[in-house]
């Protein structure tokens, strides 16, 4: 967002949460962390989710071209190689590097269709499946120690279920994200204090 703030992410997390407890909703937060993720998600991979979610041809021929053309090249002992073209990446702050949360909308795609599949007939799939073809597909890599799946009104044997297919672990509210509580209670001085 132009002119956006890192705090902006925190504030929406704690409005849906607070939200979702003042209706009696059920939500589900998935906190995933990816490794370098904007220097390794593949362009490819977020042409082909524009084109699933239906962004215009026109639109999305422009950008490929935009970022097709790019190359670099090293200097080896002050000598510069052939130029090669980059298949993978986005600068932080580029215009372009807005179409990064994509990436994250084939991972949802991805949980959604293997969880309820899964969950309903009670097969197990392996280690990390999921994100294992997310990576190949995309080209982000997932720090699997920081996955969390967090409840809010949410059954706890339905939770532990879904933990269990999606291989990773319950969190609880509050949680940190980005050096902050998510879900502390925002309205006290207290809770901006400590930061």
């Given at each position: 967002?132009?002119?956006g703030h890192i705090l902006d992410g925190i504030l929406t997390a704690n409005e849906v949460i607070d939200k979702a ?109 999921c994100f294992t073809c997310f990576e190949t597909i995309s080209g982000l890599k997932v720090n699997f120690h920081k ?49």
């Open positions: 967002m132009k002119n407890r003042k209706m009696t909703k059920e939500l589900l937060m998935f906190k995933v962390d990816f490794k370098k993720a904007y220097y390794l998600v593949g362009w490819g991979y977020l042409d082909d989710v524009k084109a699933k979610i239906m962004f215009p041809t026109l639109w999305r021929k422009w950008i490929k071209e935009c970022i097709s053309m790019t190359t670099t090249f090293f200097l080896v002992n002050c000598t510069p190689t052939d130029e090669f073209p980059l298949e993978r990446g986005l600068r932080k702050g580029d215009l372009i590097s807005s179409s990064f949360f994509l990436a994250t909308e084939g991972l949802h795609v991805m949980m959604k269709s293997m969880v309820e599949s899964n969950v309903y007939i009670g097969y197990r799939i392996g280690d990390h499946d996955i969390l799946l967090v409840g809010v009104d949410v059954d706890d044997f339905w939770l532990n279920e879904v933990t269990s297919v999606l291989r990773c672990k319950i969190g609880k509210i509050p949680f940190v994200y980005l050096g902050m509580l998510i879900y502390g209670n925002m309205w006290r001085l207290v809770f901006w204090e400590r930061y």
